[in-house]
C-alpha cells in the first residue's frame, strides 16, 4: 500500500473533478501569501478576497490533498475542552470566547456553504457522541448536562435508543447534540477553492514554498519555479508541516489515521443503520467514527496506529470494529481504504502563532478541523488584514518534549491506550 493515499479514497472516487491550476511560475506580488491549500489556507483565502486583499495560495500539490480531501467529513462543534477546563487555562473572558468561536464553528460553515453556493452533500442532523462503557457513559451524562445548561438542547440516548437511531448494540448510550452534521469533505475543500477563485484569490498547484525569507517589511515564498512578494504570509499545513519554519514541525504530533468504506448499503441495513445520516463518534481514547455517505456507504475511521505509512493491519483493526458494530456487515464488501494525517498538540487545543512580524500560523486541530479550520481561516485573515480583535490566544511555538523520539513513543501510548479501550476505562 503506498504511503499516499489521496487518490484511493471514496472522496477523490465521487467528488466532482478539480478545477485546473496553475503552477507558480517567476515573480508574482500579492498582499498575502498563503502556504497550503486545505480548509485553513483556502477558508483565509476565501475571507482575504471577499475583503478585497490579494491572496495567493501555495498548495504542494492540489487543494484538498491533505487532511482535508481525505477526512470523515464529521463537522463537529466545540474543543476538546469544556468552558470550565478553559477557564482554568486562561482568562475568563477569552476562554469564553475560545469556547464560543469553537461552539458556533459548524454553524459558520454551514451558513458559508449556503451563503457561497458550495455544493458538498451537507447534512445537518446533529453528532452522536456515544459512549463504550460505563464510566464514559456517566462522563458523557455529565457533558450532556452542562451542554443543556449552556442552551445547547442535547438529547441523551439509552441503549435502546441508540440501537433505534443509530442500529448498533455496541454502545450503552449517548447523546445527539443537533449543532452538528457531516459533508462531503473533497466536495467541501474543491468548492472553497473554486469560490476563493472566482472571489480574486490566486492558487498555485504543485507550488511547495521551499523557503521563507524576510525582504523589507515584507516576506518572500519560494517555490522551484517562482516566487511570491507579499506584505504577509499565513501558514497552514497542519499535520503536512515540514521544515519552512524551524521548530514548528516539533510543537506537533502529526498522526496517520485511517478510513473503510463500505459497498453501499441495501434494504433492511441501508434503513437500520442511521436513517437520519447523522455522524457519530464513540468515547473510546482511540476514538472510533462513522456515517454514511451520500451514496448510503457506511464511513468508518479510527486512529488505527501510529505506523507512518498505512499498512494492512491498520484496514483490518478497522474491518473487525465495523463488524463488532454491525455484525449485519460482516459479509458487505470494504471499497475504499485510505489515511491521512492529523495534528495533535500538547493541550488539545489548536495553536494560532505569528513567530515573526505578519506571519501567521494556525494548525493543531486534533482531529477535529472541519469546522474550526473553515474558522481558523477567518481569524488568520482577521490578522493578515490587520484586525487583531480575534477569539484565540496568540502564543509561542513549543516544541514537545522527546520529539526526536515520537514513534516508538507513540506506539508505546497506542497499545496502552488500546488496552484501557479493551478493559472499559
Ligand atoms: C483520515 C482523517 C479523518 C478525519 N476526520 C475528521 C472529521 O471527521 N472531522 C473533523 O473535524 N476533522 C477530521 N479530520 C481532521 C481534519 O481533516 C483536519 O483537521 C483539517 O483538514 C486540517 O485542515 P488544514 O487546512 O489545516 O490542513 P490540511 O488539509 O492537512 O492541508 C495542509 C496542506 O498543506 C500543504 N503543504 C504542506 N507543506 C507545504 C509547503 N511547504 N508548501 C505548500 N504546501 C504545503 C499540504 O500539501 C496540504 O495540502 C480528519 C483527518 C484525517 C486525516
Known sequence: MPADTFADSLWSATASPAQALPTLQGDQKFDVAIVGGGYTGLSAALHLAERGVRAAVLEAHEPGWGASGRNGGQVNPGLKLARAELRTLFATDLADRMYDAAAGAPKFLFELT????????????????????????RTLEAAARTLNAEGFAVRMLDKRAVADEIGTRGYLGGYLDPRGGNLHPLEYVRGLARVAVARGASIYA?????????????WRARTPGGMVNANSVIIGTNGYTDKLWPGLAQSLLAVQTFQIATAPLTGADSRAILPQRQAVYDSRRLILYFRKSPDDRVVLGGRASFSVAPRTADYAVLRRALTGLFPALATVPIDYRWAGRVALTRDFLPHLHEPAPNLFVALGYNGRGVAMATRMGQVLADLASGNRDIPFPITAIRGIPLHPLRQPMLHLAMHYQSAMDALGY
Do not use: F, K, Q, W
Open 114 to 137: 449556503r451563503r457561497t453556493g458550495i455544493d458538498c452533500a451537507p447534512v445537518e442532523t446533529g453528532t452522536y457522541r456515544v459512549a463504550h462503557s460505563a464510566p464514559a457513559l
Open 206 to 218: 504543485g507550488s511547495p514554498v521551499v523557503a521563507l525569507e524576510r525582504v523589507n517589511d515584507g
